[in-house]
T-cell receptor
Framework: GNSVTQMEGPVTLSEEAFLTINCTYT??????LFWYVQYPGEGLQLLLK?????DKGSNKGFEATYRKETTSFHLEKGSVQVSDSAVYFC??????????FGKGTKLSVKP | SAVISQKPSRDICQRGTSLTIQCQVD?????MFWYRQQPGQSLTLIAT?????????ESGFVIDKFPISRPNLTFSTLTVSNMSPEDSSIYLC????????????????FGPGTRLTVL
């Protein structure tokens, strides 16, 4: 069945460092792909999404490109801030319209 | 987007009791889901709440343990029955916008969650 494999955390970076969080998927067809973020003490929020191959989702300086060839949707940001500290979840759309989540990657950014 | 509220926001319950969690949306939505997020874990789908019919449960979840109601397009409840400490989790509802039969978006919006602790 469909599944998502996400880079294990935690990830600790210094402010202004480059961020990559790897995400690969297994799916039938070409489902929409998502990155959700969960800030400390807050609910889950959509960060960005891509609905078809080669689409690039972007938001708040984060980017991810839907790569059909490598079945990947890696999250990147050129310069992280302390306020980016959160747990990031990669997800794909399931057959019922639900979401199938990766295990989450906790990011800590130090000043 | 949609504004989703959940009640209660948190609760501490005794083993063997039941808790009903409410999810209210400010607009009519096609699809509503219930997820569980166990401590330090990812989100796992419990069931799809179907309006006017029985919920569709994922493998490992059963109606007797997690009865769900969805009387209309803006409201659903999830009950955690006969609780044990293993049920301690955050329970979240999510929605996909659109009227019945017409999805407006594939994006899911999540409620703030209900943090349940079972002693």
């Amino acid at each position: 069945g469909n599944s998502v494999t996400q880079m294990e955390g935690p990830v600790t970076l210094s402010e202004e460092a480059f961020l990559t969080i790897n995400c690969t998927y297994t799916a039938t067809g070409y489902p929409s792909l998502f990155w959700y973020v969960q800030y400390p003490g807050e609910g889950l929020q959509l960060l960005l999404k891509a609905t078809k191959a080669d689409d690039k989702g972007s938001n708040k300086g984060f980017e991810a490109t839907y790569r059909k060839e490598t079945t990947s949707f890696h999250l990147e940001k050129g310069s992280v801030q302390v306020s980016d500290s959160a747990v990031y979840f990669c997800a794909l759309e399931g057959s019922q319209g639900n979401l199938i989540f990766g295990k989450g990657t906790k990011l800590s950014v130090k000043p | 987007s949609a504004v989703i509220s959940q009640k209660p926001s948190r609760d501490i319950c005794q083993r063997g009791t039941s808790l009903t969690i409410q999810c209210q949306v400010d607009s009519q939505v096609t699809m509503m889901f219930w997820y569980r997020q166990q401590p330090g874990q990812s989100l796992t789908l419990i069931a799809t709440a179907n309006q006017g019919s029985e919920a569709t449960y994922e493998s490992g979840f059963v109606i007797d343990k997690f009865p769900i109601s969805r009387p209309n397009l803006t409201f659903s409840t999830l009950t955690v029955s006969n609780m044990s400490p293993e049920d301690s989790s955050i329970y979240l509802c999510s929605v996909v916008l659109g009227l019945a039969g017409a999805l407006l978006t594939d994006t899911q919006y999540f409620g703030p969650g209900t943090r349940l602790t079972v002693l």
